[in-house]
């Protein structure tokens, strides 16, 4: 058995799931510029939103993902919309646990990649997600990276 499991957002997980606490500095990397500005056209209907519970069954995590073959950008058809660990629960691997539900999430759908957009920075996610295999794809226009990981 698996040490986490996901579970869906819902009225019994939805408290702790807005609880998370981040580490200090890291609150200015949860949503990029891009996905603040698209926040308000997403559909409620092309996202998968998920808590990570673990063994203890606590929320430890969450990810919002969407799935929108339609989608105009090719960066919001299959992407980690957001992401992220309680600061107590980081560096135990609850981060690469819920990236790889993502994958396999996408690749049930028929997405070959599922792609997220991250800003550099010290307290930023980039050295996690390129050490777990996304490879940088490109820029947007505010300078943030767009990654991308086979599925
Ligand atoms: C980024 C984040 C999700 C990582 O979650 P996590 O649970 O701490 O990551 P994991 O424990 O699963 O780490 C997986 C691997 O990445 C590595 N890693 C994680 N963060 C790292 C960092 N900042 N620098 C270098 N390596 C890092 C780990 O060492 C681990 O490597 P290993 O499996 O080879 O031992 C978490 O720090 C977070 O919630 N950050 C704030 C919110 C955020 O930035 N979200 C992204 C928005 S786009």
Redesign the pocket.
Known sequence: MGEFRMEELSASNVVAANSLT??PG?EQ????VT?AMADPFLDPTTTWSRVAIDSEGDVV?FLLANFDPDAMDEEFRSC?W????AAE???????????NEAVAEARRRGFERLT????SGDE??????L??GFRVMGETQYGEKIGAIET
């Open positions: 981040l580490k890291q990397f949860i949503a990029p996905y995590g980690i957001r992401m992220n660990v629960a980081q560096g135990r691997g609850v981060g690469r646990f819920i990236v997220v957009i991250w800003e930023g996610p980039e050295e996690f997600f050490h777990i």
